[in-house]
């Protein structure tokens, strides 16, 4: 199963996935963590544009071959790149289910934007303006939608379980 979440930054998708790929034994591709490792293999102000989201399709469709759960966490704002994860498990024949994360409250999610930390070296979060004029094509019907202003982390990842109908790690 690929498990594909998305979401505009500061919203909880990492905090998220992270749970969700410890409950399930997952495997946690963070296309963040990936395009900072490029940038620090080389020129800095190189802009990476698709890189970081081709190397994470590669990443993922390696480990799905192998029978593992995959998790990719990544802003994922286009419906291009959410295709292209879509093509990934297509291509792995596994299930694929588009998680989209949100933070409903606009001041919790500011906050925050604001205040948060990076946990990967060298990365530079964005500003909230950057984060609100940041361009992120609408998902229509097609995602599960988890808010994380309305309930905590553990509440959403045993709601997207009993969603997901998994209740244990699964086996590889």
Do not use: F
Request: charged share 25%; net charge negative; hydrophobic share 45%.
């Amino acid at each position: 199963m690929l498990i594909i979440l998305g979401g505009l930054p500061g919203s909880g998708k990492t905090t998220v996935a992270r749970a969700l790929a410890r409950r399930l034994g997952a495997v946690h591709v963070r296309v963040d963590t990936i395009e900072q490792a490029i940038r620090a293999s080389g020129d800095p102000s190189i802009d990476i544009g698709p890189a970081g989201y081709v190397v994470a399709y590669g990443v993922a469709e390696d480990n799905l071959t192998l029978g593992s759960v995959v998790i990719a966490d990544s802003v994922n704002p286009l419906e291009i790149t959410r295709d292209a994860w879509l093509a990934v498990a297509a291509r792995s024949g596994v299930t694929a289910v588009e998680i989209e994360v949100i933070c409903s409250d606009k001041i919790e999610h500011r906050h925050r934007v604001e205040t948060r930390k990076t946990d990967v070296e060298g990365l530079i979060k964005p500003t909230w303006q950057q984060v609100v004029d940041r361009v992120y094509d609408d998902w229509g019907n097609r995602p599960i939608t988890v808010d994380t202003a309305a309930k905590d982390t553990q509440e959403i990842v045993d709601a997207l379980i009993v969603r997901l109908g998994i209740d244990r790690p699964l086996p590889i």
